[in-house]
């Protein structure tokens, strides 16, 4: 019998698949993110994040690292409430800001029209495990 599911997976992790699997996920979310920039809609900051939110409009909520713990608290609240996936960015605000084009930082963004990109349907399977 083949052996249990598991055990494979454990000994992926003992091979270091996973270490690698981690960097080109951070990559495809960027690439994910600049299509989203380029054909769809995304709104940068806390406060048009929280009003996307409450009008229902958000698809999707990515948080930076280095997000203060009550903001991302209540940001994780106000989806939760809307029923919209969050995935938090393995990178800081910096990093962020950089992945969606723009020369400053960005600690929360919010994607209200994916355009051409699937980032909500790659995304929302991360954020369940």
Do not use: W
Request: hydrophobic share 35%; glycine share 8%.
């Amino acid at each position: 019998p083949p052996p249990p599911p598991l055990a494979s997976a454990a000994a992926a992790m003992s091979e270091g698949k996973v270490t690698k699997k981690k960097k080109s996920g951070v990559e495809s979310i960027n690439s994910r993110l600049a299509l989203v920039m380029k054909s769809g809609k995304a709104v940068l900051g806390y406060k048009s994040t929280m009003k996307s939110l409450r009008q229902g409009k958000a698809k999707l909520v990515l948080i930076g690292s280095n997000c203060p713990p009550l903001r991302k608290s209540e940001i994780e609240y106000y989806a939760m409430l809307a029923k919209t996936s969050v995935h938090h960015y393995s990178g800081n605000n910096i990093a962020l800001g950089t992945a969606c084009g723009k020369m400053f930082r960005c600690s929360v963004l919010t994607v209200t029209d994916p355009g051409d990109s699937d980032i909500v349907r790659s995304v929302v399977p991360e954020s369940a495990q």
